[in-house]
């Protein structure tokens, strides 16, 4: 809120008289000192269309309120790939989302000093994923790494300490989940 002061008619030290306006508080651009809003038509020209060969155009603009299916590409420029198991042939089964991406995030916390791997929308024997993926993990980091896990059987979800993500979402992928 910026406020500015005018004052009356000052005197200098020499004699001058500095004339300025009266003694006076105005705010600057206040909702209640704005001007009420009239008809749309004084600000802008516009006119009322519902021709579907103008709208055609606008639709395109808006956005899509469904997510499209996805193709069934294996070598798309950004790296995705569908999903190619099927429910049934491994004892778990990890959905993709609703976005079709794989449900695998990294969970900071402390600070930035605890870093977490969290799997999603695991369905089926969440024990025999968690299994896998640490006998995978052991391979790939050997002895170097202990590979702590933690299961939510209720939720789904498949917690491992550590910043796993691109390893886990590689050996998803290479398993088609």
């Given at each position: ?60 603009l808006l956005p899509s309120t469904l997510i499209p299916t996805p193709s069934d590409r294996k ?61 995978y993990l052991t391979r790939v980091y050997g002895d170097k790494k202990i590979i702590a896990t933690k299961v939510h ?25």
């Open positions: 809120m910026a406020l500015r002061i005018l004052f009356k008619n000052i005197t200098l030290r020499s004699g001058m008289p500095l004339q300025l306006n009266n003694l006076v508080c105005k705010r600057d651009s206040s909702y209640r000192s704005s001007p009420i809003a009239q008809d749309p038509s004084c600000y802008a020209k516009y006119e009322v269309s519902s021709s579907p060969e103008e709208w055609k155009f606008v639709e395109r070598d798309l420029p950004s790296g995705w790939q569908p999903q190619t198991a099927t429910f049934g042939e491994y004892p778990y089964f990890v959905h993709r989302s609703r976005n079709h991406m794989l449900p695998v995030y990294l969970k900071v916390s402390m600070r930035g000093t605890r870093r977490i791997t969290q799997i999603n929308n695991v369905d089926g024997n969440i024990w025999a994923l968690e299994a896998a993926i640490k006998k059987e209720v939720c789904g979800h498949l917690c491992i300490h550590g910043d796993h993500v691109s390893k886990v979402k590689e050996w998803l992928l290479k398993k088609g989940l």
